[in-house]
């Protein structure tokens, strides 16, 4: 089967869902409206209602035996995924041999925004301020109830849990961002490789075997039981992270935006593949997804000094991303993020000041604003 697919690329970057792409992704009517009238393959149920009120949908395509579920923005400030999502779903509904076949043996269920309060505060937390990917045992939040509900009713063998990562995650030993991470959480303490873990690895390797030029990476799978991986995975489904990364230059993150949507579609490839080889290798070789990996500045060598002192430090820089219509603008704020021996770190933009730079200790301190050391950089 061939998973280089014309369709797939022209769809990708022709989509009419790129009139609606922004860094705060789309609002959820919408979002809805796009799909009523672009993705009308899909058939649309509504599932529920979120905390305060709003309809969360889920639609589904194909008559396969073999089912999947999919959701994302089930953190609201993590729209890239949900973009990522709806390529997916454009692809699937079309005339590609690719796309027919994955139809014909698997049945997609796709939550595309199942924090809807959230995406519109656009924060990561539903409107009671529960993180929902911590509730999935108690189930505090309507939104969780919703996810569990629809997972009893469909029984689905696959779970494709997607999401955004901050820019600032490298694959650990590498000197760019991830692209793109994974994992196939745990189903249990013990994290042995169930079969339904192994067959996920599987899935996930053989994605990274195609998307090898990318820089990716794979979380820790340290059981987490009141997460939704965690917990789908303990109920024996085949569970799978995605997680949106970064690309350096790609600031609208539009380039992970379709390489995640094109992990989606290779997944299902693969899920309805059986040609027996086992691709999990390529999962067990990625690398760990860093945290902290980056920074957006780093300024080395600059002398702080107070009445009494004088010392050499690298600072650390970050812009603050909470508010991603600042991220477009010159007034964008940044603040000190680390600050001492930053020589193992790394970051977009690096300069070294050779002791030539003396700046006030008083005003260096962690989460200080930093705006105004910008203006040393060339
Ligand atoms: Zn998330």
Redesign the pocket.
Known sequence: MSFIDSEMVKIFSQSELWNLYCVRGPRPGQMYEFIHRRLSAWEPQLLGHSYQGRAIYGYTLGQGEKKVLMWSQ??GN?PFSSYALLLAMEFLQSGSELARIIRKQVQVTAIPMLNPDGSVAFV?RNAQGIDI?RDALRRITPEAKILVQVFEKLQPGFCFNL???EVYYAPQGQDRPSAMAFLVPAADNSKRITPSRAQGMDILGFVASQLAGYPLAKYNDSFMPTAFGDYFSSQGAVTMLF?TGYLIGDKWRRETTKLHAQAIVLALGRIVETDGKDYSGFYHALPFNQKHAFFDFIMKNVILTDQKHEFTVDLAINRNRLDPDKFVSVDDEYFIFDIGDLTDRKAFVVEDFKRKLVLPKEKIYMYAPANWLLTHFN
């Open positions: 089930m953190h993590e990561r990917n999401h955004d990562q997680e």
